[in-house]
């Protein structure tokens, strides 16, 4: 008999585009959606899958179009990965969820409680980068961030997740250092109550810009877990710890 912490390989044709995911716990269980990084996938979420599938959530992983077991797509963007999620979660018929997001499927993550507020009940955003406000914000530092891209390609020809397609990285990059103040500005159409986890000092990510997001933002708390940048990965109990009560309070009224 299956664990009901193993997860079980699914997909999903999403506007002709077909999806990977990985569902751990009980289907009966309150949604918890989770996207992962750039050069990532699906499977570096089972841990905490099998954590919150333990606790009795329904954990939904997504592998991103052209990321692990999904489809490769001719062009990748932002607004594309955005809509993708808002597309799969149509097929699945999830109403209202918790979105959790590392790096950037904490951006994408993000934008989803940016275009439907009342969807997203919770919003986990793990170490995200966020976009300069305008021309004078510092970009990420491209060393850095170019490292870690290379360690989830190590990681992922090492057989976990399937690969990526590396037509991915540079578009996604390019968007995620380019000025956006209309992100900025669309945190204040968030209405779940969010919890923002930063890596600390160890992450490329400023813990400094998390503040700001975190601020930004009508219902959000920010947390330090000093891991670096792949926080649930290094540091997995320190992780559930924080977001198990997190999902698990109820609602405000």
Do not use: C
Request: net charge positive; aromatic share 4%.
């Amino acid at each position: 008999m299956r664990s009901p912490g193993t997860p079980r390989a699914r997909n999903v044709d999403v506007n002709g585009t077909l999806l990977g995911y990985r569902e751990t716990g009980a289907a009966g269980g309150r949604p918890v959606v989770l996207l992962h990084a750039l050069a990532s996938s699906a499977a570096t979420w089972d841990q905490l899958a099998a954590e919150l599938g333990g606790a009795g959530f329904r954990v939904i992983a997504l592998d991103l179009p052209g990321h692990g077991s999904s489809a490769r797509t001719p062009t990748y963007g932002l607004a594309l990965l955005r809509d993708q999620v808002r597309a799969f979660l149509d097929e699945l018929a999830l109403t209202r969820v918790d979105l959790i997001g590392h790096s950037l499927g904490g951006n994408v993550a993000t934008l989803v409680a940016q275009s439907e507020p009342d969807r997203v009940r919770r919003l986990v955003l793990e170490d995200i980068p966020p976009p300069p406000r305008d021309d004078r914000s510092a970009p990420p530092r491209r060393g850095r961030t170019l490292r870690l891209i290379k360690l989830g390609l190590a990681q992922l020809a090492g057989g976990r997740g399937g690969g990526f397609d590396r037509g991915v990285v540079r578009p996604i990059i390019a968007e995620l250092r380019a000025p956006n103040p209309g992100w900025w500005h669309d945190l204040a159409a968030v209405k779940a109550p969010t919890l923002v986890i930063s890596g600390g000092p160890g992450s490329h990510n400023s813990p400094a810009r998390l503040r700001e997001v975190a601020s930004a933002l009508p219902d959000a708390r920010m947390v330090t877990i000093e891991a670096g940048h792949r926080i649930h990965s290094t540091r997995p109990a320190e992780f559930a710890a924080a977001v198990l009560p997190f999902l698990a309070a109820p609602d405000s009224a």
